[in-house]
């Protein structure tokens, strides 16, 4: 998908037998060269690695596999306070604030997509009915290798 600056390859790997390791190459088209990948994996039965919201990527150098979520705040409500954890973000707002419908500002990792129950979320312009619990995710962008 050289039109959205990424491309993704979605791979089935079979073996013969438990614990084998799986070696990856990459044919480089434009230089008509086969490069060797440095990262192996271990093949498991009935395993599965990756998924929409984590793929599992053999660049190198290697990408980080973590993601995080630096700030989070709703557009144009005073904050009283934040905190973020590993996992858990809360931020209190004054009492008197209509939680429904805020639009959600964001910052995150570098190569961070950041989604709301499974919705692709645009800085500036994601509005969320506030008065429950927003689940969030914050994933990894899919790169080139």
Same mark, same amino acid.
């Given at each position: 998908?050289?039109?959205?600056?990424?491309?993704?390859?979605?791979? !089935?790997?079979?073996? &013969? +037998?438990?614990?084998? @390791?799986?070696?990856?190459?990459?044919?480089?088209?434009?230089?008509? =060269? #086969?490069?060797?990948?440095?990262?192996?994996?271990?093949?498991?039965?009935?395993?599965?690695?990756?998924?929409?919201?984590?793929?599992?990527?053999?660049?190198?150098?290697?990408?980080?596999?973590?993601?995080?979520?630096?700030?989070?705040?709703?557009?144009?409500?005073?904050?009283?306070?934040? !905190?973020?954890?590993? &996992? +858990?973000?809360?931020? @209190?707002?004054?009492?008197?604030?209509?939680?429904?419908?805020?639009? =959600? #500002?964001?910052?995150?990792?570098?190569?961070?997509?950041?989604?709301?129950?499974?919705?692709?979320?645009?800085?500036?312009?994601?509005?969320?009915?506030?008065?429950?619990?927003?689940?969030?995710?914050?994933?990894?962008?899919?790169?080139?290798?």
């Amino acid at each position: 998908m050289a039109s959205a600056n990424k491309y993704i390859s979605y791979l !089935s790997v079979y073996a &013969n +037998k438990d614990n084998e @390791t799986i070696r990856f190459k990459i044919y480089e088209s434009a230089t008509q =060269t #086969v490069v060797d990948v440095a990262r192996n994996k271990v093949f498991s039965m009935d395993g599965n690695i990756g998924g929409i919201f984590q793929f599992y990527s053999i660049a190198s150098p290697k990408l980080s596999e973590s993601t995080l979520i630096n700030s989070f705040n709703f557009s144009g409500v005073t904050v009283l306070s934040t !905190s973020i954890s590993s &996992n +858990k973000t809360h931020i @209190t707002l004054p009492e008197t604030t209509d939680v429904i419908f805020l639009t =959600t #500002v964001f910052n995150a990792s570098i190569n961070a997509t950041v989604y709301v129950d499974d919705a692709l979320q645009i800085l500036g312009s994601n509005l969320h009915d506030s008065t429950n619990p927003i689940a969030i995710k914050c994933c990894l962008k899919m790169k080139s290798v």
